[in-house]
């Protein structure tokens, strides 16, 4: 298994755990604005994929290239405009992130496995 296939499982499965804390917490927006151990869980996953995009970019530059559709930079920059720039997340960024930018990313993810290392995620 090569660097980039490690990287890119890495951010499927934190795309994976946003799922999995959407559906422990509850899918609510008010839930999540009320809740902080629900807000740390997701913080930190999208914390993680925004480190492991950082190191897909820098170490697998031709697969980046090869799916445009991943807006590895975009992902890059994600604690930047989660914190517009500060220490404080903007909760309400937040959410619009776990459950509109994360669904699509695991989805270009997933398909970049399939297609580039012939494998099939059960998750």
Avoid at 43 to 64: G, T
Avoid at 72 to 78: A, E, L, S, V
Avoid at 96 to 116: D, F, N, Y
Wanted: net charge negative.
């Amino acid at each position: 298994m090569d660097r980039g296939e490690i990287l890119i499982k890495e951010i499927i499965y934190y795309c994976q755990m946003i799922e999995e804390s959407l559906k422990y917490f509850g899918k609510d927006e008010k839930d999540f604005m009320d809740d902080e151990y629900f807000q740390f869980a997701c913080a930190y996953c999208v914390l993680q994929i925004e480190e492991y995009a950082d190191s897909f970019v820098k170490n697998s530059p031709e697969l980046r290239e090869e799916y445009p559709e991943i807006e590895w930079i975009g992902i890059t920059c994600m604690r930047n405009i989660i914190t517009d720039g500060g220490s404080k997340m903007d909760m309400g960024v937040l959410w619009k992130t776990i459950t509109g930018e994360v669904p699509a990313l695991k989805a270009a993810c997933k398909k970049a496995v399939r297609e580039q290392y012939d494998v099939n995620l059960s998750w």
